[in-house]
Protein backbone atom coordinates (compact mmCIF):
# COMPACT_ATOMS: atom_id res chain seq x y z
CA UNK A 1 0.00 0.00 0.00
CA UNK A 2 0.95 3.61 -0.17
CA UNK A 3 3.49 4.88 2.16
CA UNK A 4 4.34 8.32 3.34
CA UNK A 5 6.95 8.98 5.00
CA UNK A 6 7.51 12.19 7.60
CA UNK A 7 10.74 13.18 8.68
CA UNK A 8 11.83 14.25 11.63
CA UNK A 9 9.13 12.28 14.20
CA UNK A 10 10.55 15.00 16.87
CA UNK A 11 12.14 18.55 16.68
CA UNK A 12 12.87 20.94 19.81
CA UNK A 13 14.30 24.16 18.81
CA UNK A 14 14.85 27.34 19.99
CA UNK A 15 12.46 30.44 19.82
CA UNK A 16 13.30 32.39 16.71
CA UNK A 17 14.37 29.52 15.10
CA UNK A 18 13.70 28.06 11.57
CA UNK A 19 12.70 24.07 11.47
CA UNK A 20 11.77 22.44 8.12
CA UNK A 21 9.84 19.29 8.22
CA UNK A 22 9.72 16.49 5.61
CA UNK A 23 6.87 14.64 4.15
CA UNK A 24 7.70 11.65 1.36
CA UNK A 25 5.45 10.00 -0.81
CA UNK A 26 7.78 6.62 -0.94
CA UNK A 27 6.07 4.20 -4.13
CA UNK A 28 4.03 6.68 -5.47
CA UNK A 29 3.94 10.35 -7.14
CA UNK A 30 1.79 12.67 -5.22
CA UNK A 31 1.23 15.76 -7.25
CA UNK A 32 -0.99 17.12 -4.17
CA UNK A 33 -0.04 17.04 -0.53
CA UNK A 34 -1.61 18.64 2.18
CA UNK A 35 -0.37 19.81 5.67
CA UNK A 36 -2.37 19.63 9.09
CA UNK A 37 -1.97 21.13 12.23
CA UNK A 38 -2.53 18.87 15.68
CA UNK A 39 -3.69 20.76 19.16
CA UNK A 40 -3.34 18.68 22.08
CA UNK A 41 -6.56 16.36 21.75
CA UNK A 42 -8.12 18.46 18.89
CA UNK A 43 -8.81 17.46 15.70
CA UNK A 44 -6.98 18.13 12.57
CA UNK A 45 -6.84 21.55 10.86
CA UNK A 46 -5.83 21.67 7.36
CA UNK A 47 -3.81 24.35 6.83
CA UNK A 48 -2.39 24.19 3.17
CA UNK A 49 -2.13 22.21 0.21
CA UNK A 50 0.83 21.43 -1.43
CA UNK A 51 1.13 21.27 -5.03
CA UNK A 52 3.89 20.56 -7.07
CA UNK A 53 5.62 22.77 -9.72
CA UNK A 54 3.62 25.53 -7.98
CA UNK A 55 2.38 27.89 -4.91
CA UNK A 56 0.83 26.12 -2.28
CA UNK A 57 -2.55 26.82 -1.18
CA UNK A 58 -3.25 27.80 2.15
CA UNK A 59 -6.32 27.92 4.59
CA UNK A 60 -7.60 31.01 5.98
CA UNK A 61 -6.07 32.07 8.83
CA UNK A 62 -2.77 30.46 8.25
CA UNK A 63 0.34 32.76 7.74
CA UNK A 64 1.96 32.03 4.83
CA UNK A 65 4.94 33.98 5.58
CA UNK A 66 5.24 31.62 9.17
CA UNK A 67 4.82 28.02 7.36
CA UNK A 68 6.30 28.00 4.24
CA UNK A 69 5.71 24.82 1.74
CA UNK A 70 7.71 24.02 -1.04
CA UNK A 71 6.64 20.71 -3.35
CA UNK A 72 10.13 20.41 -5.92
CA UNK A 73 9.26 17.18 -6.88
CA UNK A 74 6.25 14.49 -7.08
CA UNK A 75 7.61 12.72 -3.87
CA UNK A 76 8.75 15.56 -1.66
CA UNK A 77 7.13 18.36 0.28
CA UNK A 78 8.42 20.24 3.10
CA UNK A 79 7.17 22.47 5.56
CA UNK A 80 9.56 24.97 6.97
CA UNK A 81 8.14 26.98 10.68
CA UNK A 82 10.28 30.13 10.17
CA UNK A 83 11.13 32.31 13.05
CA UNK A 84 9.24 29.80 15.52
CA UNK A 85 7.83 30.74 18.35
CA UNK A 86 6.14 28.51 21.53
CA UNK A 87 2.88 28.96 20.23
CA UNK A 88 3.42 27.22 17.13
CA UNK A 89 4.50 24.19 19.14
CA UNK A 90 1.87 21.55 17.62
CA UNK A 91 1.63 18.24 16.11
CA UNK A 92 2.25 18.57 12.07
CA UNK A 93 0.72 15.80 9.79
CA UNK A 94 0.80 15.40 6.11
CA UNK A 95 -1.02 13.40 4.16
CA UNK A 96 -1.35 11.84 -0.23
CA UNK A 97 -2.84 10.81 -2.44
CA UNK A 98 -1.99 7.70 -4.68
CA UNK A 99 -5.49 6.64 -5.43
CA UNK A 100 -8.32 9.40 -5.14
CA UNK A 101 -9.73 9.84 -2.94
CA UNK A 102 -7.40 7.76 -0.57
CA UNK A 103 -5.01 9.14 1.29
CA UNK A 104 -2.07 8.24 3.74
CA UNK A 105 -0.82 10.15 6.16
CA UNK A 106 2.11 10.46 7.41
CA UNK A 107 3.23 9.36 11.37
CA UNK A 108 3.28 13.00 12.35
CA UNK A 109 6.51 15.53 13.78
CA UNK A 110 5.56 16.63 17.21
CA UNK A 111 7.32 20.36 17.32
CA UNK A 112 8.38 21.71 20.40
CA UNK A 113 9.49 25.12 20.44
CA UNK A 114 11.48 26.63 23.63
CA UNK B 1 -20.89 25.24 5.14
CA UNK B 2 -19.66 21.95 5.19
CA UNK B 3 -18.92 19.97 8.56
CA UNK B 4 -18.26 17.21 10.39
CA UNK B 5 -19.95 16.21 13.64
CA UNK B 6 -18.73 13.97 16.19
CA UNK B 7 -20.73 14.85 19.37
CA UNK B 8 -19.18 12.35 21.80
CA UNK B 9 -16.02 13.44 22.94
CA UNK B 10 -14.96 10.56 25.22
CA UNK B 11 -16.54 6.96 25.19
CA UNK B 12 -15.75 4.32 27.66
CA UNK B 13 -16.89 1.01 27.25
CA UNK B 14 -15.83 -2.61 28.72
CA UNK B 15 -13.82 -4.83 26.84
CA UNK B 16 -15.74 -7.45 24.63
CA UNK B 17 -18.51 -4.75 24.67
CA UNK B 18 -19.83 -3.17 21.75
CA UNK B 19 -18.95 0.00 20.87
CA UNK B 20 -20.69 2.43 18.12
CA UNK B 21 -19.32 6.06 17.36
CA UNK B 22 -21.47 8.58 15.73
CA UNK B 23 -20.73 11.25 13.07
CA UNK B 24 -23.38 13.05 11.28
CA UNK B 25 -21.98 15.35 8.31
CA UNK B 26 -23.32 18.02 6.42
CA UNK B 27 -22.40 18.44 2.88
CA UNK B 28 -24.48 19.21 -0.38
CA UNK B 29 -22.82 16.33 -2.34
CA UNK B 30 -22.99 12.61 -2.10
CA UNK B 31 -20.38 12.50 0.03
CA UNK B 32 -17.00 10.60 0.45
CA UNK B 33 -16.62 9.26 4.37
CA UNK B 34 -14.01 8.02 6.40
CA UNK B 35 -13.17 6.88 9.60
CA UNK B 36 -9.70 7.13 10.76
CA UNK B 37 -7.52 5.72 14.15
CA UNK B 38 -5.24 7.48 15.84
CA UNK B 39 -2.86 6.36 18.56
CA UNK B 40 -1.35 8.62 20.99
CA UNK B 41 1.30 10.48 18.79
CA UNK B 42 1.27 8.53 15.52
CA UNK B 43 -0.53 9.61 12.66
CA UNK B 44 -3.96 8.11 11.33
CA UNK B 45 -4.78 4.96 10.09
CA UNK B 46 -7.85 4.61 7.43
CA UNK B 47 -9.92 1.93 8.83
CA UNK B 48 -12.71 2.41 6.21
CA UNK B 49 -14.57 4.29 3.54
CA UNK B 50 -17.62 4.69 1.92
CA UNK B 51 -18.20 6.08 -1.55
CA UNK B 52 -20.84 4.71 -2.86
CA UNK B 53 -22.97 1.26 -3.13
CA UNK B 54 -23.76 -0.92 -0.18
CA UNK B 55 -24.32 1.31 2.45
CA UNK B 56 -22.99 -0.99 5.25
CA UNK B 57 -19.35 -1.48 4.99
CA UNK B 58 -16.55 -3.44 6.46
CA UNK B 59 -13.21 -2.30 8.19
CA UNK B 60 -10.09 -3.66 9.12
CA UNK B 61 -9.78 -4.69 12.88
CA UNK B 62 -13.45 -5.77 13.36
CA UNK B 63 -15.08 -2.39 12.46
CA UNK B 64 -17.69 -1.18 10.24
CA UNK B 65 -19.84 1.60 9.33
CA UNK B 66 -23.31 2.20 7.44
CA UNK B 67 -24.19 5.12 5.85
CA UNK B 68 -27.70 6.53 6.37
CA UNK B 69 -28.45 9.28 3.73
CA UNK B 70 -31.67 10.62 5.37
CA UNK B 71 -30.05 11.01 8.47
CA UNK B 72 -26.83 12.48 7.38
CA UNK B 73 -24.84 9.81 9.46
CA UNK B 74 -21.86 6.99 9.11
CA UNK B 75 -21.75 5.89 12.30
CA UNK B 76 -19.13 3.35 13.76
CA UNK B 77 -19.43 0.00 15.28
CA UNK B 78 -18.20 -2.66 16.67
CA UNK B 79 -19.61 -5.72 17.90
CA UNK B 80 -16.94 -6.35 20.98
CA UNK B 81 -14.11 -4.11 21.58
CA UNK B 82 -10.52 -4.95 22.59
CA UNK B 83 -8.05 -2.95 24.99
CA UNK B 84 -6.18 -2.21 21.93
CA UNK B 85 -8.74 -0.19 20.69
CA UNK B 86 -8.27 2.34 22.84
CA UNK B 87 -7.46 5.44 20.53
CA UNK B 88 -8.95 8.36 19.24
CA UNK B 89 -11.34 8.10 16.36
CA UNK B 90 -11.92 10.61 13.31
CA UNK B 91 -15.11 10.97 11.20
CA UNK B 92 -14.08 13.11 7.99
CA UNK B 93 -15.49 13.76 4.47
CA UNK B 94 -13.96 14.46 1.54
CA UNK B 95 -15.07 17.92 -0.04
CA UNK B 96 -14.49 17.08 -3.84
CA UNK B 97 -15.46 20.59 -5.16
CA UNK B 98 -12.68 21.83 -2.79
CA UNK B 99 -10.23 18.53 -3.27
CA UNK B 100 -9.75 18.43 0.49
CA UNK B 101 -10.82 16.81 3.25
CA UNK B 102 -12.49 17.94 7.07
CA UNK B 103 -12.72 16.18 10.13
CA UNK B 104 -14.62 15.81 12.80
CA UNK B 105 -13.34 16.78 16.56
CA UNK B 106 -13.07 13.06 17.34
CA UNK B 107 -14.21 11.27 19.81
CA UNK B 108 -11.60 9.73 22.39
CA UNK B 109 -12.37 6.00 23.03
CA UNK B 110 -11.41 4.15 26.21
CA UNK B 111 -11.55 0.45 27.45
CA UNK B 112 -12.33 -0.56 30.60
CA UNK B 113 -10.95 -4.12 31.40
Known amino acids: GAVVSQHPSRVICKSGTSVKIECRSL??????MFWYRQFPKQSLMLMAT?????????EQGVEKDKFLINHASLTLSTLTVTSAHPEDSSFYIC??????????FGSGTRLTVV | AQSVTQPDIHITVSEGASLELRCNYS??????LFWYVQSPGQGLQLLLK??????LVQGIKGFEAEFKRSQSSFNLRKPSVHWSDAAEYFC???????????FGKGTRLHILP
Open chain 2, 50 to 55: YFSGDT
Open chain 2, 27 to 32: YGATPY
Open chain 1, 95 to 104: SASDRFPLYT
Open chain 1, 50 to 58: SNEGSKATY
Open chain 2, 92 to 102: AVYMNRDDKII
Open chain 1, 27 to 32: DFQATT
